[in-house]
Structure formats: C-alpha cells, structure tokens
C-alpha cells in the first residue's frame, strides 16, 4: 500500500502579533471585516477598520497575542486555491484560539461565519458591537452565543481586565446581555 502524507494546514502569527511569548499558544482570534463600506449614504466608511483597530488595541494593550486575518501569514496544502487555504488556516487558526472576538460592524459575512463556526467548536466568543443608541437591538443569535457582548471601548477593555485576571477563566467572566434583541 502506498502511504501517502498530507500537508497540515498553518498559520503563522506575526511577530508584531505576539505580546506574551510565555503563553504562544493563548490567543484571540479577531473576527472581522476590515473593508470600506459601500452603502449608500454611509457615515463612516471606514468603520469596519476602524472597530477593528480600537479591539485590536485592547487586545494589545492586555498582552494578549492576537490572530487576525489580515495580518496573519497564511501557508495551507500545496496546490490548494488561496481562497481554501485562507478557509482552512482560519479554521485551524479558530480551532487553537482560546477565545474570539467578533467585530460585528458591518456585519460582515465572513465574519459571521467565523462567530458560528467558533461556537459550534465552543471557543468562548466576545461580541464587539460598538453602537452609540441604547434602544439600539443587537441579534439574538449572536447575543445568546457568545460570553459577552461589549458595545464600547471601555466595557471591552474592563472585560479583558477581568479575563486576565481570572487567567481566562471564562466561566468567572461570563456575562449575560441585557440589551434589546431582534
């Protein structure tokens, strides 16, 4: 019988990336779109990017290593389309997080994809929605998966204090949202 061996698909996470090199393997996955928004009559076409850095800030200024597609090195099976290997590392990528956090500005499909991929694999999921309307209503799909859901700056950053501080024990830090949901 002829063996045959298959390329394990990897991610390389950036060095700029990495602020604990004690714990490599303890990093968010950054679930989010990063593109201009088309929409007509958009504010802020940039929101998406925008959102994205204000977590990854968090994220950094935490010490906490992050994974995020954009900036991620990406190698997968020889021969393989880019697209599949762009599937196959994020997936093994969200598969090694300890957590993610999804950006849900714009909502973003892939982005969507990858917050039901990371609950269906029971990575614990933060939900970024940043929004400036209390009566504003957030998805209840999303709202009901996740351990928490930080509509602000200062809540993302006031979690990521206490995950920390109970060293990822999401079980201590789960909270529930009690916002509006559709």
Same mark, same amino acid.
Request: hydrophobic fraction near 40%; charge should be negative.
């Given at each position: ?40 009559? =958009? ?32 190698? *997968? ?5 880019? *697209? ?21 500005? *714009? ?43 930080? =509509? ?31």
């Amino acid at each position: 019988l002829e063996q045959r061996t298959r390329s394990v698909n990897i991610f390389i996470m950036i060095e700029q990336n990495i602020y604990d090199k004690e714990h490599l393997d303890r990093f968010c996955y950054l679930s989010s779109g990063w593109f201009k928004d088309k929409t007509p009559g =958009s504010q802020d076409v940039n929101a998406q990017e925008r959102t994205r850095l204000t977590v990854y800030s968090a994220l950094a200024k935490h010490k906490i290593n992050i994974f995020s597609p954009k900036d991620e090195a990406v190698v *997968g099976e020889p021969g393989a389309p880019l *697209g599949k290997k762009i599937l196959d590392a994020n997936v093994e990528a969200i598969d090694n997080a300890a957590f993610c956090i999804v950006n849900t500005e *714009g909502k973003d499909m892939g982005t969507l994809f990858e917050a039901g991929y990371a609950y269906a694999k029971k990575v614990p999921i933060i939900y970024y929605w940043e929004h400036a309307d209390p009566s504003a209503k957030f998805n209840l799909m999303l709202a009901f998966s996740g351990v928490t859901v930080c =509509s602000n700056e200062k809540e993302l950053n006031d979690f990521l204090d206490i995950l920390v501080k109970e060293n990822f024990d999401f079980e201590k830090c789960e909270k529930e949202f009690e916002g509006n949901v559709e």
